[in-house]
């Protein structure tokens, strides 16, 4: 199939791929008054006595804003708000599909940090959680980080989170797959935007001790004339001070990880890598080596982003899940601790027995997943303290 033809198609058929139901009816006098006027006032002058309240009488406990302002859709970059609507509407589509989570699209026209900022917050006091959406670095991390300082509930950025989550789920089990510790592992991650520091500050958190991460320029170094969000990376990455391009950077690499650009790895780089090694390349529609290429080079475990090969490293699989189990327990916050607790059960659940180099990840269709990793980020916010009800 052509997909892309054929979703054209569609799309021209559907006319959106979401719309509003209502869960009351209001067509007899008894209803229109209980659901409207003048019934509604009771519950609007609770909320007016406790904002909190607000969660229990409407809908917005469980309605989350996907929002963007254009500028790194998908593949296709700055293709501007309008365009990026198409997916906004997708991932709305993966919310209630898979975590039963209503959510709404919003564009913001605007690619002024504070003015973006500003504007979610304004909007805030509608949603029960924000999932920014296909930001381009480094005003995704801007914004992300004000919007924390000034909302009461959960944002999360999920080029940068679920991603990380998603790939760090992978590499707990692939390194069972090939029989190394973590702590004992080097890890070289090509691409320096919102998901490739993501990626390498929670794989810190669960015990990588040697991560380096590469832009179009070779190995981020601390003490190079570095931007602050490259020196943000260099912070925590790259303790040895090593120099050079992505191919010295993979020399004796036990794992590579891919969120770039397609085509920059080659089969002599793999070669150079650590026996075992892992390489989950992540570029869409065509990662950074294909995978009979990492295969014949002398790889390992093998992962994409693609549904067409074995081990996709999808979002799909965590964001819904995560959000669900937010919700559950009214989070205030999307905490490391609740994505570390994320990657775990996403984990657990294909190490059953039947991992293997082709199956380190769950696919996106088991069922399990979402009720999984809800209680599992449930749970740790519970017990890192940015739960406001219990289950």
Known sequence: MNYMEESLKLHYEWKGKIETKTRVGAKSKDSLSLAYTPGVAAACLEINKDISKSFDLTRRWNTVAVITDGTAVLGLGDIGPEAGM????????????????????ICIKSKDTDEIVRTIQLISGSFGGINLEDIAAPRCFEIEEKLKEICDIPIFHDDQHGTAVVVTAGVINALKVVGKKIENVKTVISGAGAAGCAIGKLLTKIGAGNILICDRKGIICDGDDLTPAKQMIADFTNKNRERGSLADALVDADIFIGVSAPGIVTKEMVKSMADG????????PVPEIMPQDALEAGAAVVGTGRSDFPNQINNVIAFPGIFRGAFDVRAKDI?????????????????????????????????????????AVSKAAIESKVAQKLL
């Open 86 to 105: 198409p997916v906004m509407e997708g991932k709305c589509l993966l919310f209630k599909e898979y975590g039963d989570v209503d959510a709404v699209p």
């Open 277 to 284: 090694a892992i390489v989950l390349a992540m570029a869409n």
């Open 335 to 375: 905490n490391e601790e609740m994505q570390i607790a994320a990657a775990y059960a996403i984990a657990s659940l294909a190490d059953n027995g039947n991992l293997s180099s082709e199956y380190i990840i769950p696919t996106p269709f088991d069922d399990r997943i979402a009720p999984c990793v809800a209680a």
